[in-house]
């Protein structure tokens, strides 16, 4: 199976640089919106048999383009949402979004005992987002688009992805509406075969301005606490 994982387009709390993980969520800024409008010529040459997308709205803005141009529906599943923040929710200081992320990809890294601070551990991120992800193998459908989140999926691919290192993904940024292509099976394995960190409607829809704390990569993260 082909999985394209797109990160939801800018939100508000991208912009302000915050730990923005709890339900329902923002919306979309307006740069956001335009992102999302990008997606259906950027993939206009994939074949794509169904759409999916979180319960966070963001992502279900995000997919309705697609899913207009497409034709398809928009099934809402509910474990492949963002790494809940715990605590460390809203904030923005260096010091926290680094937490964050090395407390994720310690579990992308095979530690699923690290605990998010005031939350939960690796064991039951992979356990909600894998049961999705076999939910969505089992559709039938050969290529599936998945509209999540940018810690989500980048932490969900350093686990499963078996041709890269698990710190690839720490090593890539992951802007809104980036993509990630992963192909295969839980069976046989998945195997990462593109990795699009800036915006697939175009690198004019970054936004150098935005801190984004769950895009970035973990040496800018410890970078951050330095400055």
Known sequence: MRLLFIRHGQTPANVLGQLDTAH????LTDLGLEQAARIPEA??????????????????????????????????????????????EKRSDPESVRGYLETVFAWGAGNLDVEMPGNTNGHHFFGRFDSDISEIVASGAETAAVVSHGAAIRVWVARHARNVSPVFAGQHD????????????????????EWQGTPIGGSELSDATAADPTGETLTEARDDTRA
């Open 24 to 27: 329902p969520g923002p919306g």
């Open 43 to 88: 993939l206009s040459a994939e074949p794509i048999d169904a759409l999916f997308a979180s319960t966070l709205v963001r992502t279900q803005i995000t997919a309705a383009p697609l899913a207009v141009e497409r034709g398809l529906a928009v099934t809402v599943l509910g474990g492949i949402h963002e790494i809940e923040a715990g605590t460390l």
């Open 174 to 193: 992951l802007m809104n509406t980036g993509i990630v292509v992963v192909e295969g099976s839980f069976d046989d394995g998945w195997s990462l075969t």
